[in-house]
T-cell receptor
């Protein structure tokens, strides 16, 4: 596609529910990143994929967070047993190469946990 | 720990004014510094800077990097209401997994 797309754009979950957020990167982009952006803050790194391999998940805040990119294109970020502190905008970004810093961002998913 | 600090946190100007946004950083192995504009949701790419002293320019926006003093500035001349956004500075670290470290951003409001 022309840009990075994410779905859903908005998600409201009750505390304890599981959610799945989807990211469609720019076609052919090797690298895919997930970021979490709290209100009034800059994006914070969660995890990084190079093709289907998850090379870095050091930013995932707990073991309730899980990400996958099984075929090296679409990625899903799953949050189990959501908590109120998980409320944030989740941004996905992709970049062309493996050491190409220009990342192109999707519109994000705003997650609200009640 | 890598750190990116932006200033001011927010800024209100009138149309036609010129603004300068600041970004200072501390990273272990600097690779590049990027500026993004964030309106509503998706940060949109503005500039990537890797070398000191070379100005990058796009229309009314320009940016420059000082790798000795560890900072960058983003200038916007003849501001317009459409420039109202959050401007994010991010730094790429060679030792990281290519992820970017972001500052908290500068919220620019341009009033008519």
């Amino acid at each position: 596609g022309a840009g990075v797309s994410q779905s859903p754009r908005y998600k409201v979950a009750k505390r304890g529910q599981d959610v799945a957020l989807r990211c469609d990167p720019i076609s052919g982009h090797v690298s895919l990143f997930w970021y979490q952006q709290a209100l009034g803050q800059g994006p914070e790194f969660l995890t990084y994929f190079q093709n289907e391999a998850q090379l870095d998940k050091s930013g995932l805040p707990s073991d309730r967070f899980f990400a996958e990119r099984p075929e090296g294109s679409v990625s899903t970020l799953k949050i189990q047993r959501t908590q109120q502190e998980d409320s944030a905008v989740y941004l996905c970004a992709s970049s062309r190469g493996t050491y190409t810093d220009t990342q192109y961002f999707g519109p994000g998913t705003r997650l609200t946990v009640l | 720990e890598d750190k990116v600090v932006q200033s001011p946190l927010s800024l209100v100007v009138h149309e036609g004014d010129t603004v300068t946004l600041n970004c200072s950083y501390e990273v272990t192995n600097f690779r590049s510094l990027l500026w993004y504009k964030q309106e509503k949701k998706a940060p949109t790419f503005l500039f990537m800077l890797t070398s000191s002293g070379i100005e990058k320019k796009s229309g009314r926006l320009s940016s420059i990097l000082d790798k000795k003093e560890l900072f960058s500035i983003l200038n916007i001349t003849a501001t317009q209401t459409g420039d109202s956004a959050i401007y994010l500075c991010a730094v790429g670290d060679q030792t990281g997994a290519n992820n970017l470290f972001f500052g908290t951003g500068t919220r620019l409001t341009v009033i008519p």
